[in-house]
Nanobody, 115 residues
């Protein structure tokens, strides 16, 4: 069964760091790219990074330097490390992958950054 499950969200203070994870099942893990998105309250979904099956990653300029993607083949998971959190990082974080013509999404994990 194809499944993506995000975890690691929570309530954090500005300046702290957080690591989110996306556990993947139902795929040949090393063959898939995984994308991360977030949706701030009342705003559009925003792309925030991609990691390939080979482990190369990219993030948009808006988050470069604070977001780091990695993958753990043993855990079948992709991790998203967010450093120096600000209230603007508040939102629901989703991971997504694609196979053939279909997209598969997790249900998201919520991050709230507030003092």
């Amino acid at each position: 069964q194809v499944r993506l499950v995000e975890s690691g969200g929570g309530f954090v203070q500005p300046g702290e760091s957080l690591k989110l994870s996306c556990a993947v099942s139902g795929f040949v893990f090393r063959q898939i790219d995984v994308n991360w998105y977030r949706q701030p309250p009342g705003k559009e979904l925003e792309f925030i990074g991609r990691i390939s099956g080979a482990g190369s990653s990219s993030v948009p300029e808006s988050v470069r330097g604070r977001l780091i993607l990695s993958r753990d083949d043993n855990r079948r998971a992709v991790d998203l490390q967010i450093n120096d959190l600000t209230p603007q990082d508040t939102g629901v974080y989703f991971c997504k992958t694609s196979l053939a013509t279909r997209d598969y999404w997790g249900r998201g994990t919520q991050v709230v950054v507030s003092s």
